[in-house]
């Protein structure tokens, strides 16, 4: 079974200090891997699709890595509006399905 | 105006009661979801439509029904709602494969959600 699961669960940092968000995945096959940033309330907004493992993705502070087994989101000298719950989801090899990892929730104290 | 809408965004009712979630969108996409979220699960997908005839279950369908209306138009139904229903409902659209690749990833975007609690 295809299992996502996003470390760590909460991540407390100050503005400035950078840091990386972890998304691993046991799928077959893997075909891409979203990420989407939640804003508390709303609904998932996405960010970045990667398709193969050495791909990587930006936008302002934010980059995406990928490798054959996991994912990471490295956020570059935060701001405050960067606080968020950052989601990554894997479809699945044979349909359109997504998924979701629980999340990790950063909040970016100034 | 939003890409993908809910309605209602907020719904408080009883055990037994009949709930219907309505979902619209103005992106054109063909495929259209609904997910739920709870805390610490992340979302969890509970059925999908490929096009207004086409209709699957997801991962955790029982309890639910949906509707396509239209291309545009999604509905969820919970038919006699229970507590453990409670969480936040999110609804989602995807167009089909513009990636260009043989096995298509489309990006799926979400609605601002509905908030459910069945008390």
């Known amino acids: 079974e295809d299992q996502v699961t996003q470390s760590p669960e909460a991540l407390r940092l100050q503005e400035g200090e950078s840091s990386s968000l972890n998304c691993s995945y046991t799928?077959?096959?893997?075909?891409?891997l979203f990420w989407y940033r939640q804003d508390p309330g709303k609904g998932p907004e996405f960010l970045f699709t990667?398709?193969?493992a050495g791909e990587e993705k930006e936008k302002e502070r934010l980059k995406a890595t990928l490798t054959k087994k996991e994912s990471f989101l490295h956020i570059t000298a935060p701001k405050p509006e960067d606080s968020a719950t950052y989601l990554c989801a894997v479809p699945h090899l044979n349909d359109y399905k997504l998924s979701f990892g629980a999340g990790t929730t950063v909040t970016v104290r100034a | 105006d939003a890409d993908v809408t809910q309605t209602p965004r907020n719904r408080i009712t009883k055990t037994g009661k009949r709930i219907m979630l309505e979902c619209s969108q103005t992106?054109?996409?063909?495929?259209m979801y609904w997910y739920r979220q709870d805390p610490g699960l992340g979302l969890r997908l509970i059925y999908y439509?490929?096009?207004?005839?086409?209709?699957n279950k997801g991962e955790i369908s029982d309890g639910y029904s949906v509707s396509r209306q239209a291309q545009a138009k999604f509905s969820l139904s919970l038919e006699s709602a229970i507590p453990n229903q409670t969480a936040l409902y999110f609804c989602?659209?995807?167009?089909?494969?513009?990636?260009?690749?043989?096995?298509?990833?489309?990006?799926?975007?979400f609605g601002p959600g509905t908030r459910l609690t069945v008390l």
């Open positions: 439509s490929f096009d207004v005839k086409d209709i």
């Open positions: 989602a659209t995807s167009d089909r494969g513009t990636s260009g690749r043989a096995l298509s990833t489309d990006t799926q975007y």
């Open positions: 799928v077959s096959g893997l075909r891409g």
């Open positions: 992106k054109g996409h063909d495929r």
């Open positions: 990667l398709y193969s």
